[in-house]
């Protein structure tokens, strides 16, 4: 028996639904399935300089249960269930301080990084929320008003999903400006919603890296 973890470097923050078909697809041998890194690259060089792989020589010792599976865009690690404890621990600091991404098959959970890469959530009344939770998104959507009648939720620079609220926004009053872009200008989008709610589930699903959001609004192309 043994405890898996997977690591590989994302762009932004996944679903576990999208890192669990990553996973899958990894540990199947498959390629092209993430971008090569180079924090991946100093993750392992870093990992085994402390752990290295398993030998015949250090069988006894090392936390590993299996010999590590490494690709150019992944690596994915079988810690021995003895040790899993204080290694899991190790290797989740050393991902975050790195730069990758863990996916922990066992309890379906995602660990991002943390540090510039992480999300910021901007309110019209000129505060930033570093690293909002699910629950900022929402009190933040909930209080939107005349006065304060706008939201930006942005996972890195040019990445961002954003609502404006009613005549400040340029929509009737009542209704909502949804926009979204993904870094380049021509990747700008906008539609006009007429219930928060979906505002909501859009944001949420946003921060968690599941697209599925757009399938449930009409969007156009910003011109600039």
């Known amino acids: 028996m043994s405890f898996d973890l997977g690591f590989w470097w ?9 890192a669990a078909r990553k996973y899958g697809a990894m540990i199947e041998g498959g390629a092209g399935i993430a971008d090569e890194h180079p924090a991946l690259e100093a993750f392992y ?6 752990f290295p792989d398993l ?8 936390p590993w249960a299996a010999p590590l599976y490494q ?14 404890s204080e290694t899991s621990e190790y290797l989740l600091g050393l991902a975050s301080r790195s730069g990758v991404t863990c996916y922990d098959p066992q309890s379906g959970k995602v660990y991002v990084p943390k540090g510039g ?3 910021t959530l901007e309110l019209a009344d000129g505060s930033i929320i ?6 900022d998104v929402i009190q933040a959507l909930g209080e939107l008003s005349p006065e304060d009648w706008y939201a930006i939720l942005e996972t890195r620079p040019g990445w961002f ?17 949804l926009e979204f872009k993904e870094g380049a200008e021509d990747k ?14 859009a944001f949420r699903k946003f921060l968690s890296g599941d697209t599925s959001w757009r399938a449930g609004f009409q969007f156009s192309r910003v011109s600039y």
Not at 71 to 84: A, F, G, K, R
Not at 188 to 201: C, K, M, N, T, Y
């Open 71 to 84: 690709t150019s865009e992944c690596l994915i690690v079988s810690i021995s269930y003895s040790q899993q």
């Open 55 to 62: 030998t015949e020589e250090n069988f006894e010792s090392s």
């Open 10 to 18: 994302e762009e932004r923050s996944i679903s576990p639904a999208e």
């Open 188 to 201: 700008h989008f906008r539609a006009v919603v007429g219930e928060l709610p979906s505002v909501i589930d």
């Open 130 to 135: 570093d690293g909002p939770s699910q629950g």
């Open 117 to 119: 890469s992480s999300a």
């Open 45 to 50: 060089a870093e990992l085994t300089s402390r």
């Open 161 to 177: 999903i954003q609502v404006g609220f009613g005549v400040a926004a340029g929509v009737p009053a009542g209704a909502y400006a």
